[in-house]
């Protein structure tokens, strides 16, 4: 199977299974997609569930934040507006999918458990659990678990099961699945994440902010297209601010000051959310990754046994690389095979920032390329145009460790409805993307119609 034009823009060069696709349909409602955040402390999100407090002493309130249909930015400032606080109150451990029912940890500071009770916002319900002395952090986030539902799948049961089956079978084999940065990173419909990111990074934040105005969405109404169209003509952000819709909330924020400054594109961009600027640069960061897992593999190095010159790294019981990486040696090649065929330890490449060094050997070779084709080196990431986005680097199992928790359920649509429905349970390290696992099964043509 050869990606889809989506898959090849964002950096996703291959299939790791060989199997045919179920094809199949995914969030006819978020419901049909269900995340629940995993903690060290070995804590689910639970809705209505019972938690015993670590300590019930603390400026830090604790609870369960469940939205339908949000991304996890919209819900924290829904909730912070409803509450009359700073959105600086509220803290989480890790980003959710939007168009999902998604159930995760969150911390509000300075606020009595009463104020949640009953509290009634769109899209959003809390659940107070505890008192913490400190806020949530992405350090204490493991994992998620998932159940999904793929719908309308064209294919007779029998058929439908022995491609399930294949299909799994060679994931568990490989201990998991590559562990791309998935569509949500980049923006599925409009894949522009990463480009913008790579402007701010190179310093032309006048392309960063007119690619964030100008370039449409695949979902948008036509009327949309129009107006972004009549501004790439006359570059007019006073009318521009006047026509586009509220909705459209990030472009209005650029679009006010860039009518009142029109060539100040630095400051128009320093408006936007702090944790927005941060995911462009990040997302620029995950394609390069993308590329270069995805080279390691047409070049033919494997993705379970280290080479030389490889780095490798220790992993935690979900599958996470704790600690630093080494270099694999000719005297530590037999204890790092053994460990990684264990399961604990993994090859890991560079999510490339201002601190990362390449590899030293044929792995090493495929970053330089990847970097000089990008036209960049480390020092972008120090990010002149912007000295307080300066991105540091790390590095990311190229295998995200993938553990089906159920049987995988098959079942007749509902009356009226055509073909079969399979529930899929998996759980996956943080960081890693339920819609990687789900493109193996389903291997659609077009993504952008068959997940979202």
């Given at each position: 199977?050869?990606?889809?034009?989506?898959?090849?823009?964002?950096?996703?060069g291959?299939?790791?299974?060989?199997?045919q696709?179920?094809?199949?349909?995914?969030?006819?409602?978020?419901?049909?997609?269900?995340?629940k955040?995993?903690?060290?402390?070995?804590?689910?999100?639970?809705p209505?569930?019972?938690?015993?407090?670590q300590?019930?002493?603390?400026?830090?309130?604790?609870?369960?934040?469940?939205?339908?249909?949000?991304?996890?930015?919209?819900a924290?400032?829904?909730?912070?507006?409803?509450?009359n606080i700073?959105?600086?109150?509220?803290?989480?451990?890790?980003l959710?999918?939007a168009n999902?029912l998604?159930?995760?940890?969150?911390?509000?500071?300075?606020i009595r458990?009463s104020?949640i009770?009953?509290l009634?916002?769109?899209?959003?319900?809390?659940q107070?659990?505890?008192?913490?002395?400190?806020?949530?952090?992405?350090e204490?986030?493991?994992?998620n678990?998932?159940?999904?539902?793929?719908?309308?799948?064209?294919?007779q049961k029998?058929?439908?099961?022995r491609?399930?089956?294949?299909?799994q079978?060679?994931?568990?084999?490989?201990?998991?699945?590559?562990?791309?940065?998935g569509?949500?990173?980049?923006?599925?419909?409009?894949?522009?994440?990463?480009?913008?990111?790579?402007?701010?990074?190179?310093?032309?934040?006048?392309?960063?902010?007119l690619?964030y105005?100008l370039?449409?969405?695949?979902?948008?109404?036509?009327y949309l297209s129009?107006?972004?169209?009549?501004?790439s003509?006359?570059m007019?952000?006073?009318?521009?601010?006047r026509?586009?819709?509220?909705?459209?909330?990030?472009?209005?924020?650029?679009?006010?000051?860039?009518?009142r400054?029109?060539?100040d594109?630095?400051?128009?961009?320093?408006?936007?959310?702090?944790?927005l600027?941060?995911?462009?640069?990040h997302?620029?960061q995950?394609?390069?990754?993308n590329?270069?897992?995805?080279?390691?593999?047409?070049?033919?190095?494997?993705?379970?046994?280290?080479e030389?010159?490889?780095?490798?790294?220790?992993?935690d019981?979900?599958g996470?690389?704790?600690?630093?990486?080494?270099?694999?040696d000719?005297?530590?090649a037999?204890?790092?095979?053994?460990?990684?065929?264990?399961?604990?330890?993994?090859?890991?490449?560079?999510?490339?920032?201002?601190?990362?060094s390449?590899?030293?050997n044929?792995?090493?070779?495929?970053?330089?390329?990847?970097?000089?084709?990008?036209?960049?080196q480390n020092?972008?990431?120090?990010?002149?145009?912007?000295?307080?986005?300066?991105?540091?680097?790390?590095?990311?199992?190229?295998i995200?460790?993938?553990r089906?928790?159920?049987?995988?359920e098959?079942?007749?649509?509902?009356?009226?409805?055509?073909?079969?429905?399979?529930?899929v349970?998996?759980s996956?390290?943080?960081g890693?993307?339920?819609t990687?696992?789900?493109?193996?099964?389903?291997?659609?043509?077009?993504?952008t119609?068959?997940?979202?």
């Open positions: 199977m050869i990606p889809s034009d989506l898959e090849r823009r964002i950096g996703i291959f299939y790791s299974t060989t199997s696709g179920i094809g199949g349909r995914l969030r006819q409602t978020p419901d049909d997609f269900i995340v955040e995993v903690l060290a402390n070995e804590m689910i999100a639970e209505g569930g019972q938690y015993r407090a300590r019930d002493t603390g400026g830090f309130l604790v609870c369960i934040l469940e939205k339908r249909g949000l991304d996890t930015f919209t924290i400032r829904r909730i912070a507006e409803k509450l700073g959105e600086n109150r509220i803290d989480f451990a890790g959710k999918d999902a998604t159930y995760q940890f969150i911390t509000i500071q300075r458990p104020k009770q009953g009634q916002i769109d899209g959003v319900k809390l107070s659990l505890y008192r913490s002395n400190r806020p949530i952090t992405s204490e986030l493991v994992g678990r998932f159940k999904i539902s793929i719908q309308k799948i064209e294919l029998k058929s439908l099961r491609r399930i089956d294949a299909i079978t060679e994931i568990l084999r490989e201990g998991g699945i590559p562990n791309f940065f569509y949500q990173r980049f923006g599925t419909f409009r894949p522009i994440t990463h480009t913008v990111g790579k402007s701010i990074l190179i310093g032309d934040c006048r392309q960063a902010v690619t105005l370039e449409p969405n695949l979902k948008e109404k036509p129009k107006i972004r169209g009549e501004l003509d006359t007019d952000f006073e009318k521009a601010l026509v586009f819709p509220k909705k459209l909330e990030y472009e209005r924020i650029l679009l006010s000051h860039l009518s400054r029109p060539n594109y630095v400051n128009a961009i320093r408006k936007l959310p702090i944790g600027r941060r995911l462009f640069i997302a620029y995950a394609y390069l990754f590329r270069i897992l995805s080279e390691r593999v047409r070049c033919n190095l494997s993705l379970t046994e280290a030389t010159g490889d780095r490798v790294c220790e992993l019981p979900y996470n690389p704790k600690g630093t990486p080494i270099k694999v000719q005297e530590n037999h204890t790092v095979s053994e460990r990684i065929d264990k399961g604990r330890m993994g090859i890991v490449l560079p999510i490339l920032g201002f601190d990362t390449t590899s030293d044929e792995q090493g070779r495929i970053e330089k390329r990847i970097m000089k084709e990008e036209r960049i020092e972008v990431f120090l990010t002149p145009a912007m000295p307080e986005m300066k991105a540091y680097g790390g590095y990311r199992t190229v995200a460790k993938t089906m928790i159920a049987k995988l098959i079942r007749k649509e509902p009356l009226k409805r055509a073909g079969f429905m399979v529930d349970r998996f996956l390290p943080k890693s993307y339920a990687v696992v789900l493109r193996e099964f389903m291997k659609a043509d077009d993504p119609k068959a997940m979202y």
